[in-house]
Structure formats: structure tokens, C-alpha cells
């Protein structure tokens, strides 16, 4: 077995001197472990799986060879290819990793959860982890909302508070209340009830003959801003369009959804706090239901544990009639190692579904729903946040991630440079951007041990929350140099120098 040479990698930010013999050894063991010698193995494992897998949100072009990359093992902030090369992850493998891969505590607690129960199903059963889940979140949210209802993929939970709400409304006497609302541009994932409030074409449009479709209102995306206008200002002509169609079809709207803060998918588009205070008094004036999915800006992406909080200018603790009616969590709330998904909902919604006839009754169920590894491992991802007091941390870090970030924030390339928490976003502009942005983007970035994928010309990081300022740092000259690689040459003055 031929091994590559680790010296390339030792240099940057976070593995140094007998971390990389260690680094070394476990990356032979795995490989060892797997069978593959690096180089020619990674590249078939990839072949392998293109014939093999059907990978999600990837296109099958008949002249494209392309496999994709074969990791074999994480630590950290990094993932480590077959061929000994390592990646930055900096989009936290699709949002969900909060403390690095192969988190130590996170482990421990679920080998100590394997040794005692895997599974069983949470239909007449239950069991300490998700008991104990369900009372620590509610209790971050003062005891606002609660009756926590499991599922597994954010999508599900998306499509629990979707029936829930129009249930709510049938049981309390009101079936007419169906229709919902999204916002522009938003996503709640891509099962074929999410879809109906999602407003993303390419994942939408395809399946429109299967779609109910939701009303779609205005975003309050900061970008919209016309000049003089402040992000509130744009936050307040949303919300002028959504009362519009609120008083015109209340007797009709079941729910208003929004992800607060940050639209993720829409290209991380962020918006002034205000939006979720105006959406929530609208809601109350026309008795609607306000479903806020943080699947994405929960679990303290944004500053805050519930991006919820920083509403009301993040007035401490909220009182209880300002939260959203249901709250959806995913990703983040295992730390990134399971697929786990829940809604929290307020008291009167469960209390509608209090009845003897089965038709009252919320009948819907996922056989991994509340699985013990994953709660188990949503409750170690707690226990994080309580001893190391990381939302205080991630201050700090939100300074280093702006400083890291600086000159490309400078740069004469990008436009609506942005950041909330640890989000850092910003868009190139189109005349230097040019086709296929994001993908060249993407290989370019991995050559320089960087794993981002920009959503068409939005460049964004949101990286795990274990890095330091020098790979903060490290990653935005990782960022600036492949913006070098891939796009027209431009004066820091703005000025595009073609090439002759
Ligand atoms: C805001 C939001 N809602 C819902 C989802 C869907 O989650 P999942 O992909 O786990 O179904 C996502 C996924 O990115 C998301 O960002």
C-alpha cells in the first residue's frame, strides 16, 4: 500500500506535530478497515458508488464522469478523503455538524446508549432519552412550547406542524383553514407536502401536478433593499404584503411558515428581526397559525440557541404568547450524527386533539420516530452547550469568522456581504461570476482543502463550531484564493480587467 505524504497537510491550522502521526495511524487503520489503499482505491470506491448509490440533489448528465469525493473518516473541523487528503468543512456537511465529526463526548454517550437500548418504537412505548429530550427543550423555550412530536428528516417535521395546524383548525371547528403561506423564495424541504411551501423552482416545478400549492408573499431579504431603505424598512413592506393577503383570506390561511432570520436555501438570505415580530402579531390579529422552522438557524447557528429569541430586539426571556405557535428542529439538534427531527408546538394546540373520536386524534407516525441513539445523542449535544457555554463562545467566534473574512468582504467582487452568528455570506457579481459559478467554485475550493458549495453566486461558510481565529483566518484566504482561480480578473477599485 502506497501512503501519501501528510507533510502538505500538517502546516495549516488545527493538526500539528504528533497530532499528525496520530492523524497518520487511525487514517492507515480506517483505510486498513475498509480495504482501500489511496489514490486508485478513493477513485474506485467513487465509481462504486455512482453505480451503486443514487446521491441526493445531483445531476445524472450522460457525458459527466465525475465521481464523487470518498470520505473515509472526520475529526473536527476536517474530513479525510481516501487519497490521505483532508477538506475544511465548511458548510458543516449540509448544515448539520455543530461540534466536529467524531466528536469525543458526543461518541461516549452513544456507545454508553448502545449498550443499553438502540430502539423501540414510541407508540406505547418510551424511554429516558427522548423523555428527557422533549423536557430540556421545552424548557429552553420557558416552557412556551413543549409536547415534542418526533420524526426523522426535517422534511417530516415540516410536514407535522403542516398537519397538525390545518388539524388544529378542523377540530376547533374551522376545516375551512387549509391554505398556507411562505415566504419568497423559502425552503422547507422536499417531500411533496414541504414542497407546497417551498418556493425554489428547481426543486418545486417538477412536481407541481402533485402539489397543493401554499400563497407565496414577499421576503423580507435585506438584499431588496432600494437606496435609503434599511433592512427594517424592507422587513415592514413585507409585512404590509402579508397582511394584505391575511385580512383578504384568514377565513381560508391555516399557517404562515418561515425560517427566521435566514433563508437558507434562498442563498442565505438574512432579514431584520422585525419581520418575526410583525409576522407574529399578524398572525394573532387574523388567527393564524406561525410555524417557524429553524431546521437550518436553530441550535445557536444564528447567536442565539432558537433564532426565535432575537426577535422583540432579543428581549429576555421571551414571554410566552411571542414564540411561534410550532417550532421544527433537525439538523443540528443531534450535532450532525443522526437523523433526528421534532416539533415543539404550544400547549392549546394538543390540548384541540383531546378527544374520544379517532378522527380528532393525530395519527401519524415514522418507525425511527424518537429513536433513543439519536435523542441520545441530541441530549449530548446539549450537555455541550450547557458546560462550555458555546453560545458565549460563538460570539467570540462570530468576531473571528468577520475578521477571517475581511478582505473578501472588501472585495470589489462580492455584493451584500452579510453575516448572522456563524452564517457568513456575500454574493459575487454576476459579470464576474460566469457559468456554473457554484460548481467550478466548489472543485476549485477543494483543491485548497475546502469543502463549500455556494448556492448559485451566494458564497457562504457556516462552519462547526470548533474552529479557532487562525483557521478562521486561514479560511477566508482559502475563500479569496479560489475566488482568484475562478473568476474574471477585478481591481479592488471594481474596475473588471478583461482578459486580452
Ligand atoms: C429550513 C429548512 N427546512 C427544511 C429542510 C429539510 O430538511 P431535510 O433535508 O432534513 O428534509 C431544510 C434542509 O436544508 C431546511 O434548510
Redesign the pocket.
Known amino acids: 500500500m502506497t501512503l501519501p505524504n501528510l507533510s502538505a497537510t500538517v502546516a495549516q491550522p488545527g493538526l500539528a506535530g504528533n497530532g499528525a502521526r496520530a492523524d497518520g495511524q487511525q487514517r492507515r487503520a480506517t483505510l486498513d478497515h475498509l480495504s482501500l489503499s489511496p489514490g486508485r482505491d478513493a477513485q474506485a470506491l467513487g465509481q462504486r458508488s455512482r453505480n451503486a448509490v443514487w446521491h441526493p440533489c445531483t445531476r445524472l448528465r450522460p457525458d459527466d464522469d465525475a465521481v464523487p469525493l470518498a470520505i473515509v473518516r472526520g475529526v473536527g473541523p476536517w474530513l479525510h478523503d481516501a487519497d490521505g487528503r483532508r477538506y475544511f468543512d465548511a458548510t458543516s456537511s ?2 448539520v455538524n455543530l461540534f466536529g465529526h467524531a466528536n469525543p463526548r458526543i461518541n461516549a454517550a452513544l456507545a454508553s446508549q448502545l449498550e443499553t437500548l438502540e430502539h423501540v418504537m414510541l407508540a406505547g412505548c418510551t424511554h429516558a432519552p427522548a423523555v428527557e429530550l422533549a423536557e430540556r427543550l421545552s424548557a429552553l423555550t420557558g416552557g412556551a412550547l413543549g409536547n415534542v412530536f418526533y420524526a426523522s ?6 410536514e407535522i406542524a403542516l398537519k397538525m395546524s390545518f388539524h388544529y383548525w378542523r377540530n376547533t371547528g374551522l376545516p375551512a383553514k387549509r391554505e398556507f403561506v411562505c415566504l419568497r423564495h423559502g ?5 411533496v407536502g ?1 414542497l407546497a411551501v417551498t418556493d425554489v423552482e428547481v426543486f418545486r416545478d417538477a412536481y407541481d401536478p402533485l402539489i397543493r400549492r401554499a400563497h407565496v408573499v414577499m421576503s423580507p431579504d435585506a438584499r431588496q433593499a432600494a437606496p435609503g431603505e434599511s433592512a427594517a424598512d424592507v422587513a415592514a413592506r413585507a409585512l404590509a404584503e402579508l397582511e394584505t393577503l391575511l385580512r383578504e383570506r384568514a377565513g381560508q390561511i391555516a399557517a404562515l411558515i418561515v ?1 427566521p432570520l435566514v433563508q ?2 434562498a442563498g442565505m438570505a438574512m432579514y431584520d428581526p422585525s419581520y418575526l415580530d410583525g409576522a407574529r402579531a399578524l398572525c394573532d390579529r387574523y388567527r393564524i397559525h406561525l410555524i417557524a ?1 429553524e ?3 436553530g441550535c445557536g447557528r444564528t447567536g442565539t440557541f432558537f433564532a426565535w429569541e432575537q426577535s422583540r430586539a432579543g428581549e429576555a426571556p421571551l414571554p410566552a404568547h411571542l414564540w411561534p405557535d410550532f417550532l ?1 428542529l ?2 443540528g439538534i443531534s450535532g450532525g450524527y443522526l ?1 433526528l ?1 421534532l416539533v415543539l408546538s404550544r400547549p392549546e394546540i394538543q390540548r384541540a386533539f383531546v378527544a374520544d373520536e379517532l378522527a380528532r386524534s393525530f395519527l401519524h407516525s415514522h418507525s425511527y420516530t424518537g429513536n433513543p441513539l439519536a435523542c441520545r445523542a441530541a441530549l449530548a449535544t446539549l450537555d455541550l452547550f450547557a458546560q462550555d457555554d458555546v453560545l458565549a463562545r460563538n460570539r467570540e467566534r462570530a468576531h473571528w469568522l468577520a475578521d477571517g473574512m475581511a478582505a473578501l468582504a472588501a472585495d470589489a467582487r462580492l455584493r451584500h456581504v452579510r453575516q448572522r452568528g456563524l452564517i457568513w455570506a456575500a454574493d459575487v457579481r454576476d459579470d464576474v461570476a460566469g457559468a456554473d459559478f457554484a460548481a467550478r467554485f466548489h472543485h476549485a475550493a477543494r483543491e485548497r482543502e475546502l469543502l463549500v458549495r455556494p448556492i448559485g453566486n451566494t458564497l457562504y461558510v457556516m462552519p462547526p463550531y470548533v474552529f479557532d481565529a487562525a483557521q478562521a483566518r486561514w479560511l477566508g484566504e482559502q475563500m479569496m484564493a479560489t475566488l482568484d482561480d475562478v473568476t474574471t480578473d477585478v481591481t479592488t477599485s471594481g474596475e473588471v480587467r478583461h482578459a486580452a
Open positions: 449540509w448544515w428528516d426535517g422534511a417530516s417535521a415540516v425552503y422547507h424541504g422536499e417531500t414541504a425560517e437558507g436555501a422552522d431546521i437550518a438557524v421544527c433537525s439538523k437523523p427531527s
